[in-house]
């Protein structure tokens, strides 16, 4: 069974620039995450989806990041414009059932993006 | 908040073993264990939820202490594949959010 699909896996852009990152789950799992992992931290919540549903996304910058799940599937995640401070890698996870951390979490392996 | 991992890093040698320190300044309901190779996605090991009994995964296994709101990861005859970042997730209630520690860096020697 393939696992969650990022891309792309590497992005460098210079600062303003707009950038997005694409995911796509296990298949049948209906909850989507999106973390963000600083060098040397843990990973931090964005946003959460229950199928189309962002039923978290308290953390997310909004007036530079968006996130879209249509169909409930998979997902964009997009920053316009950059700044340097978002240099990171944006991981992408995914869960069986909805309503809460009750299971195993499914990473992908990430986008690392450097913003210069 | 965040948990606090102890220690932040650890060298071993192989067949040695560690013990990683997960605390929390709430009450928890359960404590999520993830292990991360550099360049790598997250890899789950465990969940222990309040209440629950220790668990275990090969020779690692975990400990919930509800009361002290930590939770402690035992690697046991430590494996060169074992190295990498050990991340803990505590959640306060089932409704509220995954939040993950720092991360406790492990290197396994020959």
């Known amino acids: 069974e393939a696992g969650v699909v990022q891309s792309p896996r590497y992005k460098i852009i210079e600062k303003k620039q707009p950038v997005a990152f694409w995911c796509n789950p296990i298949s049948g799992h209906n909850t989507l995450y999106w973390y963000l992992q600083n060098l040397g931290q843990g990973p931090e919540l964005l946003i959460r989806?229950?199928?189309?549903?962002?039923?978290?996304d308290s953390q997310l910058p909004k007036d530079r990041f968006s996130a879209e799940r249509l169909k409930g599937v998979d997902s964009t995640l997009k920053i316009q414009p950059a700044e340097l401070g978002d240099s990171a890698v944006y991981l992408c996870a995914s869960s069986s059932g909805t309503g809460g951390y009750t299971g195993e979490l499914f990473f992908g392996e990430g986008s690392r993006l450097t913003v210069l | 908040q965040q948990p606090v991992q102890s220690p932040q890093a650890v060298i071993l040698r192989e067949g040695e073993d560690a013990v990683i320190n997960c605390s929390s300044s709430k009450a928890l309901y359960s404590v999520h264990w993830y292990r991360q190779k550099h360049g790598e996605a997250p890899v789950f090991l465990m969940i222990?939820?309040?209440?629950?009994e220790q668990k275990g995964h090969e020779k690692i296994s975990a400990s919930f202490n509800e009361k002290k709101q930590q939770s402690s990861l035992y690697l046991t005859a430590s494996q060169l594949s074992y190295s990498g970042t050990y991340f803990c997730?505590?959640?306060?209630?089932?409704?509220?959010?995954?939040?993950f520690g720092t991360g406790t860096r492990l290197q396994v020697t020959l």
């Open positions: 997730g505590t959640l306060a209630g089932t409704a509220s959010k995954l939040t």
């Open positions: 989806y229950e199928n189309e549903e962002a039923v978290d």
């Open positions: 222990l939820l309040k209440g629950g």
